[in-house]
């Protein structure tokens, strides 16, 4: 399955292993966010706000 990562706009084929892809299949109109993205605003957010996780 393609997704377009909602940040980065490049596309990324997500399989069944993936931990997002039954997500995916139940709601094939839910944004996506690759991980590399993810990560990026979860360091951002932490970083701004001096919350660690």
């Given at each position: 399955?393609?997704?377009?990562?909602?940040?980065?706009?490049?596309?990324?084929?997500i399989s069944s292993?993936?931990?997002?892809?039954?997500?995916?299949?139940?709601?094939?109109?839910a944004l996506f966010?690759?991980?590399?993205?993810?990560?990026?605003?979860?360091?951002?957010?932490?970083?701004?706000?001096?919350?660690?996780?």
């Amino acid at each position: 399955m393609l997704k377009k990562c909602l940040s980065c706009r490049k596309e990324y084929t997500i399989s069944s292993t993936h931990a997002q892809y039954k997500k995916m299949t139940q709601n094939p109109s839910a944004l996506f966010i690759c991980d590399y993205c993810s990560s990026n605003m979860q360091k951002d957010a932490q970083a701004s706000t001096g919350l660690k996780s």
